[in-house]
């Protein structure tokens, strides 16, 4: 492990739990949804880091048809096994957070449903590469293709269509709509999640290197 990772990590280390510690307890209550919004601090930079995991292992994964080099393959795999973990944590969070304010753990409403089905998507990209390994990494690259096209549904499914998830609040073309005692804050998490995903996507890149290597070697 390189000092720039091990680097990393240990401002991701120091980064997530101090998030963590603003959201909790420097952040100010909601005034509508009370303790309960402070959920916001852990699905809003899941979602962000998961959409953001899933772009780089689309376009690795259209480098990888048009070059054939396998490092991108490898690339597009790592991101998208990450994308995969913060998408669930998405998919954990958001319920947890439903259910006192929607009073449901779960609705099949537009938002919802479009991100469950993204969870599909890259799920089935693992297991195809799971069962064939390399020689599905062409089938996989399209599947991770195709998924990357379900976002913009999930993130404007709550502004073209009537659902019980608010709209964007952060990301929109107004600029963020939320006081900045909970923007910074909101904003500091954002950066500590990717900061996590980018050190554990070198580290799995790497990983997925020296194992391509070992097999080589193995074949000698």
Known sequence: MTSRVRGGLVAAAIALPVGAFLGVVVAPVEAFQGDPYRILYVHVPSVVTAYVAFAVAC???????????????????????????????????????????????????????TALILWFIFGGYLMIRGWAGARGARAAAVIAIIGVLDIPLIHWSAVLLRTLHPRPTVFRAAGPDLPSSFLYILLFNIGAFLLTYLVLWSVRVRQESQRARLAELEMV
């Not at 080099?69 to 795999?77: Q, S, W």
Request: without cysteine; hydrophobic residues 55%; glycine residues 8%.
């Open 59 to 113: 376009v690795a994964s259209i480098l990888y048809l048009w070059r054939r080099d396998t490092r991108y393959d490898r690339a597009a795999l790592a991101s998208a096994e990450l994308g995969e973990v913060f998408l669930t944590m998405v998919l954990i969070t958001g319920p947890i957070w439903g259910k006192p304010v929607w009073g449901a753990w779960w609705t099949w409403d537009a938002r919802l449903t």
